[in-house]
């Protein structure tokens, strides 16, 4: 069964780091291209991230450049989110996905909140 | 960046009757291979996004044929022939052709 599980998100103070983790299962993950992609409280959906299968290119939403680094472990079957500097406004369920241009499967999400 | 505008943003419809969601997006989703990477995605509430229809008209697996994409260069539909009650949701589109990708505003589809 094709299958992304997010972890890592919780209650962090602005200023501080946080890194997700996204794990897949049911597919040679080592193929795809990887997206992250988040969703504030009631908001819509917003595109960050994006990696080539095999880590030779990646690209970022202005919102994050600079804060954010996407990164992949092949060898692990995982992809990862290091996000610095965290803000009130980064609060929000963040998606990993799968395909490079497409998105066709995504994790249940996990949750980040950004508070004093 | 491209900007993908949606419309309308709220969309009572009736059991039954059809549905039609437009996306505009700010230059040609075109890519230099010739495939134009639209996307169109189904949030019900309380879920995970789910993957509709990509390439602008091809249908993902399990999808029900009620639900069909149509559209070209800048100007893209999304059309549900006969709304059922588990179409009540979020619908985005998504352009992956040029980075950074841009999901449009949503559309959010209720029974009247």
């Known amino acids: 069964q094709v299958q992304l599980v997010e972890s890592g998100g919780g209650v962090v103070q602005p200023g501080t780091s946080l890194r997700l983790s996204c794990a897949p299962s049911?597919?040679?993950?080592?193929?795809?291209?990887m997206h992250w992609v988040r969703q504030a409280p009631g908001k819509g959906l917003e595109w960050l991230a994006v990696?080539?299968?095999?880590?030779?290119?990646?690209f970022y939403a202005d919102s994050v450049k600079g804060r954010f680094t996407i990164s992949r472990d092949n060898s692990k079957n995982t992809l990862y989110l290091q996000m610095n500097s965290l803000r009130a406004e980064d609060t929000a369920v963040y998606f990993c996905?799968?395909?490079?241009?497409?998105?066709?499967?995504w994790g249940q999400g996990t949750t980040v909140t950004v508070s004093s | 960046d491209v900007v993908m505008t949606q419309s309308p943003l709220s969309l009572p419809v009736t059991l039954g009757q059809p549905a039609s969601i437009s996306c505009r997006s700010s230059?040609?989703?075109?890519?230099?291979?010739?495939?134009?990477?639209l996307n169109w995605f189904q949030q019900r509430p309380g879920q995970s996004p789910r993957r509709l229809i990509y390439?602008?008209?091809n249908r993902d697996s399990g999808v029900p044929d009620r639900f069909s994409g149509s559209g070209s260069g800048t100007d893209f539909t999304l059309k549900i022939s006969r709304v059922e009650a588990e179409d009540v949701g979020v619908y985005y589109c998504?352009?992956?052709?040029?980075?950074?990708?841009?999901f449009g505003q949503g559309t959010k589809v209720e029974i009247k």
């Open positions: 230059q040609s989703l075109v890519y230099s291979d010739g495939n134009t990477y």
């Open positions: 390439k602008v008209s």
């Open positions: 049911g597919f040679t993950f080592s193929s795809y291209g």
């Open positions: 990696m080539w299968f095999d880590g030779s290119d990646k």
């Open positions: 996905a799968r395909g490079l241009r497409g998105l066709d499967v």
């Open positions: 998504m352009q992956g052709t040029h980075w950074p990708g841009t």
